[in-house]
């Protein structure tokens, strides 16, 4: 009976590990954002995150966002190359996973997203929202385990482009003494659970044969 317990004690373990690093994750979604639509927007902060104006001219868009708010660079009529820098609890360490992104009007606009550890670049990768009036939605599974205590976002407007938003962005913590783990989706936490359930249930049965 004692192996037994042990054993789902293992799994039990296993799952609710599992479930504390999926909780690392964090989505910012500007729930909390004051002003009325169109007023400047300089900077934000949720969850520990900052998120901060730091070239062209950013606003409030309370008309327009995946869900309401989000922050638009424009606001309209030719808007400039404008960034926004992300960071952590004054400066700690995290992990970037994804955010939202839109070109209004216009598709074409270019995306920038880069992270730095101090002054040195970690990852840069640049694409292009071709979609319009509406948001794309870009996961970076390849840069989740990158450990960064900086990430910009930049955005250079195609042409036509009036203005261009920014939603949802989606970063992680970690142990600061280690390098971030990967944070894996409820799902698979629910089938890795389900399989160590069933191979616990084939020793069971293969014992009482």
Known sequence: MQIHISRYAVLVALVAILWATEAMAYTIGFGNLGGNNL?????????????????????????????????????????????IALTYDGGERFTFEGLDLSSNVAGGTAY?????????????????????????????????????????????????????????????????????PSIPEPASILLLGAGLAGIELWRRRRGEG
């Open 112 to 180: 920038t997203i880069a992270g730095f550890l101090g002054t040195s670049g970690v990852f840069s990768e640049t694409f292009r929202i071709d979609s319009i009036n509406r948001f794309e939605t870009k996961l970076f599974s390849s840069l989740s385990l990158r450990l960064v205590d900086r990430v910009t976002i930049t955005g250079t407007p195609g042409s036509g482009t009036t203005s261009f938003n920014i939603d949802n962005i989606r970063a992680g913590t970690c142990d600061l003494n280690s390098s971030c």
């Open 39 to 83: 007023d400047r927007f300089t900077s934000y902060e949720e969850h520990g995150y900052t998120v901060a104006a730091t070239r062209g001219d950013w606003f409030v868009a309370k008309v327009f966002g995946n869900e309401i708010p989000a922050i638009v660079a424009g606001p309209i009529y030719n808007p400039d190359v404008s960034e």
